[in-house]
Protein backbone atom coordinates (compact mmCIF):
# COMPACT_ATOMS: atom_id res chain seq x y z
CA UNK A 1 0.00 0.00 0.00
CA UNK A 2 1.72 3.49 -1.11
CA UNK A 3 1.92 5.83 1.95
CA UNK A 4 2.68 9.55 1.42
CA UNK A 5 3.61 12.16 4.10
CA UNK A 6 4.21 15.56 3.39
CA UNK A 7 6.05 18.38 5.25
CA UNK A 8 7.33 21.60 4.43
CA UNK A 9 4.92 23.86 4.87
CA UNK A 10 4.45 26.86 6.34
CA UNK A 11 3.96 30.67 6.14
CA UNK A 12 5.82 33.39 4.35
CA UNK A 13 5.98 36.60 2.96
CA UNK A 14 4.93 37.41 -1.01
CA UNK A 15 8.61 36.56 -2.99
CA UNK A 16 9.49 34.15 -0.51
CA UNK A 17 10.22 30.48 -0.97
CA UNK A 18 9.43 26.84 0.40
CA UNK A 19 10.13 23.45 -0.20
CA UNK A 20 7.70 21.34 0.36
CA UNK A 21 8.49 17.53 1.15
CA UNK A 22 6.30 14.10 0.75
CA UNK A 23 8.11 11.19 1.93
CA UNK A 24 6.67 8.08 -0.16
CA UNK A 25 6.62 4.29 0.27
CA UNK A 26 5.13 1.26 -0.73
CA UNK A 27 5.35 1.05 -4.48
CA UNK A 28 4.57 -2.46 -5.89
CA UNK A 29 5.20 -1.42 -9.60
CA UNK A 30 8.11 0.16 -11.18
CA UNK A 31 5.93 2.76 -12.96
CA UNK A 32 4.60 5.37 -11.19
CA UNK A 33 3.85 8.88 -11.19
CA UNK A 34 4.03 11.36 -8.60
CA UNK A 35 2.60 14.89 -8.08
CA UNK A 36 1.44 17.77 -6.09
CA UNK A 37 -2.30 19.11 -5.94
CA UNK A 38 -3.66 22.09 -4.19
CA UNK A 39 -6.62 23.03 -2.71
CA UNK A 40 -8.01 26.38 -1.54
CA UNK A 41 -10.94 27.11 0.70
CA UNK A 42 -14.06 26.87 -1.52
CA UNK A 43 -12.21 25.52 -4.40
CA UNK A 44 -11.53 22.68 -6.06
CA UNK A 45 -8.63 20.27 -5.89
CA UNK A 46 -5.34 22.00 -8.23
CA UNK A 47 -2.86 19.97 -10.19
CA UNK A 48 0.24 21.90 -9.59
CA UNK A 49 3.19 19.39 -10.90
CA UNK A 50 3.66 16.27 -11.82
CA UNK A 51 7.14 13.86 -12.39
CA UNK A 52 6.69 10.26 -13.44
CA UNK A 53 9.40 7.48 -12.92
CA UNK A 54 11.40 8.25 -16.42
CA UNK A 55 11.69 12.00 -14.76
CA UNK A 56 9.11 13.22 -17.11
CA UNK A 57 7.69 16.81 -15.54
CA UNK A 58 4.75 18.68 -16.11
CA UNK A 59 3.85 22.21 -14.71
CA UNK A 60 0.32 23.96 -14.47
CA UNK A 61 0.69 27.21 -15.99
CA UNK A 62 0.86 29.12 -12.69
CA UNK A 63 3.41 26.75 -11.63
CA UNK A 64 5.39 27.12 -14.63
CA UNK A 65 8.50 29.30 -13.98
CA UNK A 66 8.22 29.39 -10.15
CA UNK A 67 7.78 25.78 -8.79
CA UNK A 68 10.01 22.72 -9.81
CA UNK A 69 9.44 19.19 -8.76
CA UNK A 70 12.06 16.80 -8.13
CA UNK A 71 12.93 13.69 -6.69
CA UNK A 72 16.44 12.41 -4.37
CA UNK A 73 17.95 9.89 -6.19
CA UNK A 74 16.52 6.83 -3.77
CA UNK A 75 13.29 8.12 -5.04
CA UNK A 76 11.76 7.97 -1.46
CA UNK A 77 11.16 11.76 -1.25
CA UNK A 78 9.33 14.34 -3.69
CA UNK A 79 9.86 17.96 -3.23
CA UNK A 80 8.22 20.87 -4.69
CA UNK A 81 10.69 24.11 -4.56
CA UNK A 82 8.45 27.35 -4.40
CA UNK A 83 9.79 30.44 -5.22
CA UNK A 84 8.33 33.80 -5.44
CA UNK A 85 5.50 33.01 -4.25
CA UNK A 86 2.28 34.97 -4.38
CA UNK A 87 -0.67 35.38 -1.68
CA UNK A 88 -3.07 33.21 -4.34
CA UNK A 89 -0.40 30.10 -3.89
CA UNK A 90 -2.05 30.29 -0.26
CA UNK A 91 -3.58 26.29 -0.16
CA UNK A 92 -3.40 23.02 1.55
CA UNK A 93 -0.71 21.00 -0.79
CA UNK A 94 -1.04 17.21 -1.48
CA UNK A 95 1.24 14.80 -2.60
CA UNK A 96 -0.61 12.14 -4.95
CA UNK A 97 0.66 8.98 -6.57
CA UNK A 98 -0.31 6.77 -9.03
CA UNK A 99 1.74 3.58 -9.05
CA UNK A 100 1.33 1.52 -12.40
CA UNK A 101 0.69 3.61 -15.67
CA UNK A 102 3.78 5.67 -14.87
CA UNK A 103 4.73 7.18 -18.21
CA UNK A 104 1.49 6.13 -20.05
CA UNK A 105 -0.02 8.49 -17.71
CA UNK A 106 -1.91 10.73 -19.65
CA UNK A 107 -3.58 13.72 -17.57
CA UNK A 108 -0.66 14.20 -14.80
CA UNK A 109 -2.76 17.45 -13.50
CA UNK A 110 -6.18 15.73 -12.73
CA UNK A 111 -6.48 14.33 -9.62
CA UNK A 112 -8.60 11.93 -10.47
CA UNK A 113 -5.74 10.05 -12.19
CA UNK A 114 -4.29 9.26 -8.44
CA UNK A 115 -5.34 6.35 -6.08
CA UNK A 116 -3.22 7.79 -3.17
CA UNK A 117 -3.29 10.73 -1.56
CA UNK A 118 -1.41 12.27 1.35
CA UNK A 119 -2.75 14.49 4.54
CA UNK A 120 -1.39 17.69 3.20
CA UNK A 121 0.76 20.36 4.80
CA UNK A 122 -0.64 24.32 4.40
CA UNK A 123 1.32 27.11 3.34
CA UNK A 124 0.06 30.82 3.42
CA UNK A 125 1.84 33.28 1.90
CA UNK A 126 0.86 37.28 3.21
CA UNK A 127 1.23 40.24 0.98
Known amino acids: QVQLVESGGGSVQSGGSLRLLCANS????????LAWFRQAPGKGREGVAA???????SYSDSAKGRFTISQDNGGTTLYLQMNNLKPDDTAMYYC?????????????????????WGQGTQVTVSS
Open 96 to 116: AAENMWGTYLTDRLRATSYDS
Open 26 to 33: GFRYSGYT
Open 51 to 57: IDNSGRT
